[in-house]
């Protein structure tokens, strides 16, 4: 009986999974618009002040960052399974978005 709970406990995380990206993917499209108009808010200012080209163009990069992230949230969540290029990209994303925001 011992050997079938680690089995059990797998299956009952899997089925968790699509219901648990589901709610992910909900949770980004929420708030894509409110993300959407900061970054674009940023990006305004950073026009506004003198400033390097680099950060007017990572204030632009945001923007598009905010947009890529939802559509590909929602490419996976649509999907039959799960392209890792595409999760691969969000990571990726999630990283560089976050770079942007501190520079």
Known sequence: ???DRPQHTARARAKQEPRRLAAAVR???TNNPLLLDLAEQVQALKLQVPGSRARVSLS???VMLTQRLARNA???LG???IDPEVA???GKDTTTSASCCRA
């Open 74 to 76: 929602n490419a996976m």
């Open 1 to 3: 009986m011992g050997k």
């Open 27 to 29: 949770l980004i499209n």
């Open 79 to 81: 999907a039959d399974v």
């Open 60 to 62: 632009g990069q945001l």
């Open 88 to 90: 691969f990209l969000m």
